[in-house]
DNA sequence: GCAACCAAGATTGTTCAGCAAGTCTACTGA
DNA sequence: TCAGTAGACTTGCTGAACAATCTTGGTTGC
């Protein structure tokens, strides 16, 4: 087995940083980002901040139209709505036909949900990490890469939500853990529409709490 | 309500023009692009060039890795198994959806599979446009940009395939018109598991001869 | 006071020339 | 025959430049 190392561009390390400052509240949504802005942060030349602000407009982290600047995008309800029905439809099916194939449980899903029971324990509400953890584990275990490519792009998306609501009350932790849990147990139990419409009603409520605090946000 | 152009840059000109050349069969798989080929046939920057080649790399039309020239990608049995399962996972939930909510048949499905028809009593069977037409349209009702979005890149690499197999006898238009009937016949009536399963079938016969086809291909 | 207008500055789109670094190829010498 | 290598080719990135477009803030006319 061969494994295939990817040398890192210039391009990607700022784009990589970009994306992080995006998802770490650094850069506001709405906030502005010029060409020379990227340039004289990183000390590249403006083609190359170009390229690396392109790329982020690619995976709509970032917007701007021909000859406008770039602008953190800000997800309005409507966009919250259109995100998680999204994964919905991606997250249900996928559900089903793990139930259907008799797929065992992941590995990786059940550790995230016990590091979401963990940090509950230990007083923590930042669960948002092992939460997408969990969902993108499951979606994983079907094996296609495209349809996993797909549904972390909407993670992606969701993680840029959360940057906006910075912290405010959502899904309780310990909500969380028993919905996933009862999710597992309907998808090892073989009942594809039952797992499915349980996920409905989590994604569901996740959805109102996140448009919720989003309203009452800036 | 405002209409809003955005005026296209020589980039999304030259990006445009190239996908066109993969998806007619005139840039053949595994052929190569150079950066200067691009600039020296369209009479344009390298720089330029080379936006255009990345633009078409990110959405997996064209392949490479650093310091490597880019090659059109050439999908194989195993690509066509991930495409059709993640058309078919999307797809599926789609039309359970569609059917619970009850939501009217888009017109544009209807006429996608009369158009196929009209091309069958022709006595022709390049029905790929409309027969993609007729998906996607099906995906576009249920009013999500994102799942819209999504569907529309598979349905490119789906494309791509057919440019692959140049006209290779695949499913024929009278079964494809009959069975995309059925499935329009049972989400009418509320039966989206039965849709689903209908289109699971439709999706893994067109998978099992659009594979074939590929094996037998150059 | 306010709206339309205009000019200056800022920003993007694109080009050109060039260098460093990595890749490919075809030849050489063992 | 084949490993090694020099040279050609290609990509990554830079810096400077210019036109086209956008933004801003002041000015003019009402």
Redesign the interface.
């Known amino acids: 087995m061969v494994i295939?190392v990817?040398?890192p561009?210039v391009v990607d390390v700022i784009a990589n940083d970009l994306r992080r400052s995006v998802l770490s509240g650094e850069l506001r949504p709405g906030s502005s980002l010029t060409e020379a802005d990227v340039a004289g942060r990183y000390d590249v030349a403006r083609?190359t901040a170009k390229?690396a602000i392109?790329?982020l407009v690619?995976e709509s982290m970032l917007e701007r139209?021909?000859?406008k600047t770039a602008r953190v995008v800000r997800l309005g309800p409507q966009d919250v709505r259109?995100?998680y029905?999204?994964r919905a439809?991606?997250e249900?099916?996928?559900l089903r036909?793990l139930a259907a194939a008799g797929t065992p449980i992941p590995e990786a899903a059940r550790e995230a949900n016990a590091e979401i029971r963990r940090r509950w324990n230990a007083s923590s509400f930042d669960v948002v990490e092992p939460d997408m953890r969990f969902h993108t584990s499951m979606v994983d275990a079907?094996g296609?890469?495209?349809?996993s490519r797909?549904y972390r792009?909407?993670a992606s998306?969701v993680r840029l939500c959360m940057a906006q609501v910075q912290g405010r009350q959502l899904l309780s932790p310990a909500v969380i853990v028993a919905e996933h849990e009862r999710i597992l147990e309907l998808v090892e139990a073989g009942a594809g529409?039952e797992a499915a419409e349980v996920l409905d009603g989590h994604l569901g409520r996740a959805r109102d709490l996140l448009i919720d605090a989003l309203d009452n946000a800036d």
């Open positions: 295939r990817q040398v561009s083609a390229a392109e790329r690619a139209s021909t000859h259109d995100i029905l999204s439809i991606l249900a099916e996928v036909r079907v296609t890469v495209r349809t797909m792009g909407l998306e529409n």
